[in-house]
């Protein structure tokens, strides 16, 4: 069935199909249609789940942590000041290895204050433990939040899930969706399996144990080994989707006319689309343009990444964060990832997009035509912001 | 005494073995926390009438109350006296330990 509903309502109806025991969700813009949603199916019976009205997102995720704890599948949301406030609590949930799916609407940081889209607050918490994935639409925000679920849940994996989303250009804008049937859902995500990890009656677990200097790396180092190899899981897990449902993802990243690329642009979210909406007109003036939709960032998918950029010229990354003192996080993660090529292509930093801007298709274009100019040997700045609208 | 006891714990050889998240199984004692105590407690029997004050006081929670007669678990007793002060029948003897 297809609907015509927001990326919100999207969240909302992917979350309703995964069938979460427990919500447990503080609203805040612009996440705040999601949870009013889900707590409207809970009130109308067409979601039977236990809808915790909690008075923080701090108790959002310590509820969360709670009822993962004793074996059921767990789902909360937020964005920005609300992710940062229960930032304390995501490593908990990292370290215990419960699979609690979240969506964050992604939402500038204050101050000065704003409640537009921008990445600041997911780039903050990229050494939480959880796995970070971005989406570029609105059907892509509902069906990740099925696929989530058993990213998560994945024996191999056991590691909880954020699904990110742009506030406003995603949460608010309208699309058609298709929505699939719960029986076809419910065939391709099982019922959450009870692990070790978990509280039993029968054979009692001491939870959130203590592990000092003796013991405590080995935990880490536990957590990053398995966090690491989850890209198979995340592969599988999307071709399983694609073959159940009709859309397959690419995985960790879609390379999209990245074949023959002399140029190619890294994007994170939803201004992808603009992106490959600008490379298309690029392309029809004969210029030899790619862009890679970079899903994950966590894990980071570095081997994929070489593959598609070893060969290219000029590398962009359209960072909409800055790590503040240093250039865009994305910028960092991809630049580190191609150190390991022997010959490194050029790379620039774009940031923009902060605190809601939007990114157009004039601003793509000229990206472009720098990392064009890069490519053919030209001296550019390494860091540039976009749209700036006054003297740098 | 039904309290747990301390069982042999083998060292995790690999990452493998290692818990699936901070998670350890319950009534798990690996180690014997007794070594500083100078005096211990001693209940006589003979006057205990099996009040409970003694259980309900001990900081650590080493009297077992499981059996016929109150029992001390001195594998985890450090020796502060609290009982032996608290007892109203003064049943209980602070004996100093020998080496």
Redesign the interface.
């Given at each position: 069935m297809k609907k015509f509903i927001s990326g919100d309502d999207a969240v909302a109806e992917g979350v309703r199909l995964a069938k979460p025991h427990v919500i447990s969700a503080y609203p805040i813009t612009p996440q705040t249609i999601t949870v009013e949603r889900l707590s409207e199916m809970v009130e109308d019976g067409s979601l039977v789940s236990e809808y915790m009205h909690v008075e923080s997102e701090h108790s959002a995720m310590a509820c969360a942590i709670g009822v993962s704890s004793v074996g059921a599948r767990a789902f909360t949301a937020t964005s920005s000041q609300g992710l940062l406030y229960m930032s304390e609590c995501l490593p908990y949930a990292s370290?215990?290895?419960?699979p609690i799916v979240m969506m964050n609407a992604n939402r500038a940081l204050a101050t000065p204050w704003n409640i537009y889209g921008d990445q600041m607050d997911s780039m903050f918490l990229l050494n939480s433990g959880w796995i970070q994935v971005y989406v570029e639409d609105a059907q892509e925000a509902l069906d990740m939040m099925i696929q989530a679920y058993r990213i998560a849940e994945d024996e191999a994996v056991?590691t909880p899930v954020m699904v990110n989303l742009d506030g406003f250009v995603l949460t608010h804008t309208y699309e058609l969706v298709d929505i699939p049937l719960q029986e076809k859902v419910d065939a391709f995500l099982p019922p959450i399996a009870t692990?070790?990890?978990?509280m039993s009656l029968d054979?009692?677990?001491?939870?959130?144990?203590t592990?000092g200097n003796d013991f405590n790396q080995?935990?880490k180092?536990?957590q990053d080994?398995d966090m690491q190899s989850s890209t198979a899981v995340i592969e599988a897990v999307d071709k399983a989707f694609g073959d159940a449902f009709g859309r397959y993802y690419k995985g960790m990243m879609d390379a999209y006319r990245c074949e023959d690329a002399e140029v190619i642009l890294v994007t994170v979210g939803s201004v992808t689309g603009t992106a490959k909406t600008v490379c298309n007109q690029l392309r029809d003036e004969g210029k030899k343009v790619g862009v890679l939709k970079l899903r994950y960032l966590r894990p980071f998918p570095t081997q994929g990444l070489c593959d598609v950029l070893k060969s290219t010229k000029a590398i962009g990354v359209i960072d909409k964060n800055i790590s503040f003192g240093y250039e865009g996080t994305i910028f960092t993660n991809v630049n580190s990832a191609l150190v390991t090529l022997k010959e490194r292509p050029e790379t620039l930093n774009f940031i923009g997009g902060l605190g809601g801007r939007d990114i157009t298709k004039q601003d793509i274009r000229g990206v472009f035509d720098t990392l064009i100019s890069k490519a053919a040997g030209n001296a550019e700045e390494r860091i540039q912001y976009m749209n700036v609208r006054c003297a740098e | 005494m039904d309290r747990p006891k301390v069982k042999k714990w083998q060292e995790p050889a690999s990452i493998d073995a290692y818990p699936l998240g901070a998670t350890c199984d319950s009534d798990h004692l690996v180690s014997i926390n007794a070594g500083w105590r100078t005096f211990k407690p001693v209940i006589d029997h003979d006057k205990c009438v099996m009040c409970l004050r003694c259980f309900l006081v001990c900081p650590d929670g080493v009297i077992d109350k499981s059996g016929p007669q109150l029992e001390i678990d001195y594998d985890y007793c450090k020796g502060c006296g609290v009982c032996a002060h608290e007892c109203k029948l003064k049943c209980i003897t602070m004996v100093k330990e020998e080496k």
């Open positions: 370290g215990a290895r419960l056991m692990r070790d990890q978990v054979a009692p677990k001491s939870l959130c144990i592990a080995e935990f180092m536990k080994r | -």
